[in-house]
């Protein structure tokens, strides 16, 4: 049984760094990808970056480009999620998802993916 368990989130204000982690454990992850969602008060949940577990390669929503990395700790079976210059409107919970992926770039709907977290909360104060 996959799980996955985020930590990290928390109180920052504009301009400043988190680092959310996602540990996963229960499955060998060889041909998955990894994959960050947020989803703000009243909004959809919103694709963010994913990583594919065997390559390394990334892919990131362009409201993620040159603010946000994603990489893995494969020893620790962990996946992060590097934030900076955080902006009031990043404000949202923030999920890790898995699924097997043979494809690149890798789907971004969250319908498509059936592991998820429980979520970590960042908020992000002007």
């Known amino acids: 049984q996959v799980q996955l368990v985020e930590s990290g989130g928390g109180l920052v204000q504009a301009g400043g760094s988190l680092r959310l982690s996602c540990a996963a454990s229960?499955?060998?992850?060889?041909?998955?990808?990894i994959t960050w969602f947020r989803q703000a008060p009243g909004k959809e949940r919103e694709f963010v970056a994913a990583l594919s577990w065997r390559g390394g390669n990334t892919y990131y929503a362009d409201s993620a480009k040159g603010r946000f990395t994603i990489s893995k700790d494969h020893p620790k079976n962990t996946v992060y999620l590097q934030l900076n210059s955080l902006k009031p409107e990043d404000t949202a919970v923030y999920y890790c998802?898995?699924?097997?992926?043979?494809?690149?770039?890798?789907?971004?709907?969250?319908?498509?993916?059936?592991?998820w977290g429980q979520g970590t909360q960042v908020t992000v104060s002007s």
């Open positions: 998802a898995a699924r097997y992926e043979s494809r690149w770039p890798p789907s971004t709907r969250r319908n498509d993916y059936g592991y």
């Open positions: 229960g499955h060998t992850f060889s041909n998955y990808v």
